[in-house]
């Protein structure tokens, strides 16, 4: 499988494209706002000739679903996300306006995620790992063949999802890393919602919130 990261809008979120010599494709945390950012994944996707087949939220908070209605209109692709987050895109309007951004009304889910989910395009297999604790509806997907985990903003280098926002819950986002993360390999690479990957090992050696 190979990765391709994107940091879009203000907050930096990483979007990341993954794909395989099938050319198909998976969108994670699409969060191209300005036009530019837009073209950048589409020229991307275009160079590379690549299909894409799904998009997937680790949450809804909205700098990570910015880019949701761009990409299921430019690709025609489904959109899934675990049900907690239906609340954040009910709102996402009136989210995205509180921190000054214009968008129309986010567009719906074509499809629910469960814990244990398995989500199959061309040759790989991500499993989705429930993680609130940072928000409603949070998840991970986890690539067990090639070792990737894309966590959102539950795990990042050195630090922990916030959990003052609404629905957030310290003491769950601790116990969800601790019992569903932490147990992964150690050699298994992070690649968080924001800033660079870590590993398991690492984070559980030096993470100041959970060593």
């Known amino acids: ?10 907050f930096q979120v990483n979007t990341y494209l993954l794909y395989d010599d099938s050319g ?7 969060a191209c706002y300005e036009d530019p950012e837009k073209r950048v994944l589409s020229d991307f996707i275009k ?8 998009a997937l939220n680790t949450h809804c908070h909205i700098d ?22 239906l609340m954040f895109i009910k709102n996402g309007k ?47 997907f986890y690539h067990q063949d090639e070792g990737f985990l894309f966590c959102g903003d539950v795990l990042f280098k050195a630090g922990i999802g916030r959990t003052d926002l609404p629905t957030g819950n310290y003491d769950m ?7 569903k993360l932490l147990v ?3 050699d298994v690479i992070v ?3 924001h800033g660079p990957e870590t590993t398991i090992g690492m984070e559980k050696r030096s993470n100041p919130f959970i060593s």
């Open 1 to 10: 499988m190979r990765i391709k990261t994107f940091a879009f809008n203000p």
């Open 24 to 30: 198909r494709c998976v969108i994670i945390d699409p």
């Open 47 to 54: 160079k590379e000739k690549l299909n894409p087949v799904l």
């Open 64 to 85: 990570h679903i910015l880019g949701n209605n761009f990409v299921t209109r430019e690709f025609a692709v489904p959109l899934k996300v675990h049900k907690g987050s």
């Open 94 to 140: 009136e989210y995205a306006l509180s921190f000054g951004f214009e968008v129309e009304e986010i567009v719906k889910p074509n499809g629910f995620l469960e814990d244990g989910d398995i989500i199959e395009f061309g040759r790989q297999q991500l499993k989705v790992i429930y993680t609130p604790g940072h928000a409603d509806g949070s998840v991970c």
């Open 173 to 179: 986002l601790i116990r969800n890393i601790n019992e």
């Open 184 to 186: 992964l390999p150690e």
């Open 191 to 193: 690649y968080p919602g």
